[in-house]
Structure formats: structure tokens, C-alpha cells
């Protein structure tokens, strides 16, 4: 059965390979494009993380890359920082240092030339021909290539974690089929592979499956290890990673103070994802932002609700849960606004304002930048309507409403029964002998007897799901509220669907359960296999000529250390294929980098000439790129045009021109330095 499953789980992760690497080829013909076009595929922060790995790999050697990247002079000038506590790059450091040794082993070999293959591409429409190349031995091939075998990766672990939460494979393939048939709604992967969640999210699926199974069939020194592991690997790639180990702590909280895991279950969990975070952090140079998080203080929090327990224990389940909920409360405010208070720190400001303006009337110049994207919205109905028809929404409702009513019941009724945790190992032959038949008892997921087992008794061998319930309404509450985080809701959908397969939510014998899954995949087959087969004929290709226009101009006519400034989406790209210093970009975390923005923006405004210049020369500023689309009004949205934005912002100027139409009055502070059909180039005087 091992054997088995280690087959399917490397089938399915080279179907998750192939299938996601296929779709990104459809959409961009990645395979066709320059260097330089392949650069500008990467939009916007997909771009300014690229660049950091492109530093490493063309840097003199690795050393030097490194210290490129602690002492960066020309992401944030005039400012020096060190991007490796800035920024979440570990991922680029890591793939650089394994290009630069693969690079290097294959060339000792002599055998580069089977690993890369260049050829010249015709564009046509009086575009100039380019060189292109493919093979492991190109350095952005190689790059893309790794972050497709890390979804494939992830597709494996969410069969594994299938198989773990039902306790058999059928589990599993349920999960993975789920995953495939609603691959839209469960990644972004395809279309821009560069994304911090792209490297984060294998390992979050890997670190819950750590923490379920221990939770399940008790710690060891191993499965901490692992879980210490898997929390580093999660949290170095991205800076969201401390809301989602916020999430999972307030779970764990959630199912303690309720009685359905002990202090001995989450104690070992706690502790050992608490290290993993800490390692993270200083791998990070003591990131503040990490050390001030909301993990942090959730964690602390927790610690004292586990303190305060030894000495005041309420035996009405519900009296219990809200004393410790207001205790947990109390202590996590109170040591993120301390912290936040003696750090000096507002970097993450910015997120509290945007969950502020979902409810209520609240806006700023910075909430609009998030809440004009639609990543940054309410979820789309249209999402609940495509996982209904591939009834993946439906059988989560099943899961759930089944879960609900056991652990529901138990919890207002007062029956909630002691988890059973299997019991430690012993030394003696005749321990040993009794800790056997204990542990066949107590240990859940084995094999049952043919002996009656009472439903309280069952109910305590799966307590550890209760972990899963609250993990999954805390992603739908964060997917509700930014669309963009249905990468958490919809994977776990799946996970939870997998449990149908499972004897304890649907009760069935082996047979009824082939035939009860089977079925449920065959339905799903009616509207996911369309879905799979929508994606995968869906044909595009790049070509952004006026960009590629611009770049070039910058590289032949201005010098390597001209400072400019833009929008975001373009600043990263400008500095990552031209190598010129830029003042903003769209890490937009920082508070700093926030107050750049501020004043760089004031270029799609209605202020005068004289105080955006006055501006942009304090950030000591050379070139400001102009982009006709960030100029107009022209948007989905209304209210969502960045000129429409500071008639918000700047109520005074509202109703005058804007910057852009009024640049010819200002010949005395910018001179129009380049311009095509889409970008203009002021040089400021």
C-alpha cells in the first residue's frame, strides 16, 4: 500500500508539473520569446523578485552576488538597504546558487550544449528578429522550470494530505481530481509563476499535513524536526506567511479551548512552529515586521490562555471558550500595539486600513491602490457558481454540515470526549506488551476491529479534525475579503471534500465506499473535465513593443547609474532589464516605500508642475517615465483611475488638468527626454 501510494503521489506530481508548465507555455509561448521579452513577461512584483535571482546568477561569483543583494544601492536610491531583510528573495538566493552549480558542472563537462538550444524567432510586424533559447541551460527556463516542479510538489502533498484526513488513497484521489477540475480557482501559478505563493504554498500544505498527523498519532522528536523545517520554508518565501500562521494558531486555539485537543496535543506544535518562525526570522536579520507580527502575538497569547488554565477551568464548554477567547484577545492586542509601539513600526499599517475601508467608509491613497484591484475585492459570486458545478462546494457543505453537528452536538450537550492520544513508548517486554494493545485502541486511522466502538469513542479518535474545520473557516473569512487569498479556500475545499472517503463523517464499508467515491468523481467529470479542457485551449502570446522600445532607449542613452521613477509595474521591470537605480517599486509592505509612492504618483495628478518636481528632486530623481494608461480615466471601475484617485486625495486640484496634459508648460523644469505611442521620458532639469 506504501508502495501504492508513493506511485500516485509521484504521478500526480508530475501531472501537476506538466499541467501547470503546459498552461503558462499556451499563454505567454514563453518558449518563443527574447531574453529581454521574457523579462517583461514578469509583471510587476513577478518582475522585481526575478531580478534578484538574475543578480545572483550574473554576478562575479556567488559571494558577490550576495553581497549585491545585502548592500543594494539602486532598489529604493539614494537609500542602501538589505534586500534579503527588506524583501522575501531567499527563494532566488537558493535557485541562483543552483544555476550558478549547474552551470558550472555541466560546462566542466563540456555538455552546456545539450541542455540549452538557441534559435532566431521572425516576429513580424516590423519588429527586428531575436535570438531565443531553450533548455535547462537558459537561466529564466531554469528558474520557471523549478517553481512548475514546486506545483507539482504541492498537487502530491494535497494526495498525501487526501489520504492522511480519510484515512485510505480513494481520499486522496478525490482530493487531487478536485484540485484539477477547479484548477483556476486554486492557483495563479500558470499565469505568473514568480509569485511569493508560489514558492509558500507547497510548504504551508506540508507543514498543516505535519501539524494534522501529530495531532493525530502524537509528537516525536522527528515530526518536530519536520514541522520546524517545513515552518522555515514556508515563512523565508513570503510575507504574507505570518497571517496564514496566524490563522492556524487561532485554529488550534480554537479547538483547544472547545476541549477537542489537549495542552499535551498543541503544546509540541505550537512550540515547534514558534522555532521554525524564529530560525525564519533570523534568517531575515530580525525582519521587525516579523517580530512585531500577528503570528507572534497570537502565539503569546496562546501560551497564557494554556498559563491561565492551570488555574481557572470552567467545566461548561462555552463559559470556557469565551473566558479564554477574551484572554487570548487581551494579550495578542495588547503585545502587537506594545511592539508595534517600541519598534517604531508601521509598515503593516496599511492592511488593518484596508480590512477598515471593506467596512466602512474609510479610504486613503493607499487602500485605493489595493481596493481598485480586483484581487484586493470581495469575492465574485461567479467563484461559489464554477465550484458548485463541479460540486466541489456542495460536498464541502456535506463535510462540514456532518462535522458540525458531531462536534456541534458534543460541545452543546457538554459530551465532548477526551481525545485519544496514543500513549507514550515503553521499555519493559511486558509495557510493551500492554502499550500494544493500548495503542491498537487509542492510535486513530488503523485498521478497526470487529469489536462495537461506542460513538463518543469514535468522536475522540477524530477530534484533531476540528483543526481542519476552524483552519477552513478562517481561509474563507480571508477569501471572502481579498478574492485574492481563494488560494487558501479553495485547496482546502478540497481537502475537506476528500473526507466522503473517510467512515467516521460518512459511514460505509470498503465497497459502498469505491462506489460512493467513484460516483462523486464521475459527477465532478461532467463540468471539471470541460473546465481542464477550457484552460488548456487557451492560446496566447506576449508582445509589448512600446515597452521594449522604452527599455532599449534607456540602455543606449542614458547612463548605468540614471535614477528613474514611474509607476510600479514598470520601475521593477525598467531596473531588472536595464540595471538603471529606480526610487519606488512595488514591494509596497514597507511604509516608507509607501511615502515614495505618494510623492512619485503625483506625476498622473493635478498638482502643479512645480511641486511634483520639488517632489521627485528630494528623491533625487532623473527620469520620470510617463504611461498613457496610468494618465487617463480609463478603467473598469469607476473612482479607480489613478488621476480620479487624487481628486480624493486632493480635493483642491480637482477639475483641473492633469500633469500629463499640462507637461509642455513646465519646459523649464522637464524636458521630454524619449516618447512612443504609450511611454514618455521627462529628463528633470
Not at 509540541?268 to 525564519?280: E, K, M, Q, R, T
Not at 475585492?377 to 456532518?402: G, M, N, Y
Not at 473535465?529 to 492560446?539: G, V
Request: glycine residues 4%; proline residues 4%.
Amino acid at each position: 500500500m506504501a508502495l501504492l501510494k508513493l506511485l500516485i503521489f509521484a504521478t500526480v506530481s508530475y501531472l501537476g508539473y506538466h499541467y501547470s508548465s503546459t498552461l503558462f507555455e499556451n499563454d505567454r509561448f514563453f518558449s518563443h520569446l527574447s531574453t529581454l521579452e521574457r523579462e517583461m513577461t514578469f509583471r510587476t512584483e513577478a518582475g522585481f523578485y526575478y531580478m534578484f535571482y538574475k543578480t545572483i546568477v550574473e554576478a562575479p561569483s556567488f559571494l558577490e552576488g550576495w553581497d549585491l543583494l545585502v548592500n543594494d544601492s539602486g532598489t529604493e536610491y539614494p537609500s542602501h538597504i538589505n534586500t534579503l531583510q527588506r524583501f522575501n528573495v531567499y527563494p532566488e538566493v537558493v535557485l541562483g546558487g543552483m544555476f550558478r552549480v549547474f552551470r558550472s558542472v555541466v560546462t566542466s563537462l563540456d555538455m552546456m550544449d545539450s541542455f540549452i538550444q538557441c534559435y532566431g524567432i521572425d516576429r513580424g510586424k516590423d519588429l527586428p528578429r531575436v535570438q531565443s533559447c531553450v533548455g535547462a541551460g537558459d537561466l529564466s527556463i531554469f528558474y520557471v522550470n523549478c517553481i512548475f516542479v514546486l506545483t507539482g510538489l504541492h498537487v502530491g502533498f494535497l494526495f498525501l494530505m487526501g489520504c492522511h484526513l480519510s484515512d485510505n488513497i480513494l481520499g486522496g484521489i478525490l482530493a487531487v481530481s478536485a484540485v484539477f477540475f477547479n484548477y483556476g480557482e486554486c492557483s495563479r501559478v500558470q499565469w505568473i509563476p514568480p509569485l511569493r505563493e508560489s514558492f509558500s504554498c507547497p510548504f504551508i500544505l506540508l507543514q498543516i499535513m505535519i501539524v494534522s498527523i501529530m495531532l493525530k498519532s502524537g509528537s516525536s522528536k522527528l515530526k518536530q524536526v519536520s514541522l520546524i523545517l517545513a515552518t522555515v520554508c514556508l515563512a523565508l518565501p513570503w510575507q504574507f506567511s505570518q497571517f496564514v500562521l496566524f490563522t492556524q494558531t487561532a485554529s488550534l486555539f480554537g479547538s483547544y479551548s472547545l476541549s477537542f485537543l489537549t495542552k499535551e496535543q498543541v503544546t509540541p506544535v505550537l512550540d515547534s512552529v514558534f522555532v521554525g518562525f524564529a530560525f525564519a526570522t533570523l534568517f531575515q536579520f530580525l525582519n521587525t515586521m516579523l517580530i512585531s507580527s500577528m503570528y507572534v502575538s497570537a502565539y503569546l497569547a496562546f501560551k497564557v490562555v494554556i498559563l491561565t488554565n492551570r488555574h481557572v477551568k470552567f467545566s461548561n464548554k462555552v463559559l470556557q471558550f469565551c473566558k479564554d477567547a477574551v484572554v487570548f484577545l487581551l494579550v495578542a492586542v495588547s503585545y502587537k500595539a506594545g511592539s508595534a509601539w517600541v519598534l517604531q513600526l508601521s509598515d503593516d499599517a496599511h492592511i488593518f486600513n484596508i480590512l477598515r475601508s471593506k467596512f466602512s467608509d474609510y479610504k486613503d491613497f493607499h487602500t485605493l491602490l489595493y481596493t481598485c484591484s480586483k484581487a484586493f475585492d470581495f469575492i465574485d459570486v461567479e467563484v461559489f457558481q464554477v465550484l458548485s458545478l463541479t460540486l466541489l462546494l456542495p460536498t464541502t457543505i456535506a463535510v462540514l454540515a456532518r462535522l458540525f453537528f458531531v462536534f456541534g452536538r458534543a460541545v452543546i450537550q457538554g459530551t465532548v470526549p477526551a481525545p485519544l492520544i496514543p500513549v507514550p513508548e515503553v521499555h519493559s517486554s511486558e509495557e510493551k506488551a500492554n502499550g500494544k494493545k493500548k495503542k491498537s485502541k487509542q492510535v486513530s486511522g488503523e485498521k478497526a476491529s470487529d469489536e462495537p466502538v461506542s460513538e463518543e469513542n469514535c468522536v475522540s479518535k477524530h477530534t484533531y479534525l476540528t483543526y481542519h474545520v476552524f483552519q477552513f473557516v478562517c481561509y474563507l473569512g480571508m477569501a471572502v475579503i481579498l478574492m485574492r487569498l481563494k488560494l487558501f479556500m479553495t485547496p482546502h475545499m478540497c481537502l475537506l471534500a476528500s473526507l466522503v472517503a473517510n467512515n467516521f463523517v460518512l459511514p460505509q464499508n470498503e465497497k459502498s465506499r469505491y462506489v460512493i467515491v467513484f460516483l462523486l468523481l464521475g459527477a465532478m467529470t461532467i463540468y471539471g473535465y470541460p473546465n481542464i479542457q477550457d484552460q488548456l485551449n487557451r492560446q496566447g502570446e506576449f508582445n509589448n513593443p512600446q515597452q521594449e522600445t522604452l527599455f532599449d532607449w534607456v540602455s543606449r542613452k542614458t547612463a548605468p547609474n540614471a535614477v528613474f521613477a514611474g509607476p510600479m509595474p514598470l520601475t521593477a521591470n525598467l531596473r531588472l532589464s536595464t540595471g538603471r537605480y529606480i526610487v519606488n517599486h512595488p514591494h509596497y509592505e514597507d511604509a516608507g516605500m509607501r511615502d515614495r509612492t505618494y510623492l512619485v504618483y503625483q506625476l498622473f495628478s493635478r498638482a502643479p508642475g512645480e511641486r511634483i518636481y520639488n517632489s521627485l528632486k528630494s528623491l533625487q530623481v532623473q527620469y520620470a517615465v510617463l504611461d498613457k494608461f496610468w494618465c487617463t480615466k480609463n478603467r473598469p471601475k469607476t473612482g479607480c483611475a489613478i488621476p480620479e484617485l487624487w481628486d480624493f486625495v486632493d480635493p483642491e486640484h480637482s477639475g483641473k488638468n492633469t500633469f500629463c496634459d499640462d507637461v509642455p508648460k513646465y519646459k523649464h523644469l522637464f524636458e521630454l527626454a524619449y516618447s512612443n505611442s504609450q511611454y514618455r521620458v521627462l529628463k528633470l532639469n
